[in-house]
Nanobody, 114 residues
Framework: QAQLVESGGGLVQPGGSLRLSCAAS????????MGWYRQVPGQQREWVASIFTGGGTMYDDSVKGRFTISRDSARNTVHLQMNNLKPEDTAVYFCNAAGTNIYWGQGTQVTVSS
């Protein structure tokens, strides 16, 4: 059973930065598209960013230019560098692996508040 374990969430002031990490087990890291989603209580989970096996990336318009997704193949880890954070970025962030199957991490809370 593949596992995704997120880390790096926390409380930050508007304009600040955080880096989320997602450690993936097994072979899913090299064969799957890795992504980040976020969810606010009472709302649907929404896609944030993806990185493909070939290294290409895509971002939702709301985070483009502020967030950067990257892969560390040596450590089977995907990162989400979040800069210039805004209060509306507050959510639980989930790591996702999409391929033959779909896997989700347990989520990590990001709170942007002064």
């Amino acid at each position: 059973q593949a596992q995704l374990v997120e880390s790096g969430g926390g409380l930050v002031q508007p304009g600040g930065s955080l880096r989320l990490s997602c450690a993936a087990s097994g072979s899913i890291f090299s064969d799957y598209t890795m992504g980040w989603y976020r969810q606010v209580p009472g709302q649907q989970r929404e896609w944030v960013a993806s990185i493909f096996t070939g290294g290409g990336t895509m971002y939702d318009d709301s985070v483009k230019g502020r967030f950067t997704i990257s892969r560390d193949s040596a450590r089977n880890t995907v990162h989400l560098q979040m800069n210039n954070l805004k209060p509306e970025d507050t959510a639980v962030y989930f790591c996702n692996a999409a391929g033959t199957n779909i896997y989700w991490g347990q989520g990590t809370q990001v709170t942007v508040s002064s």
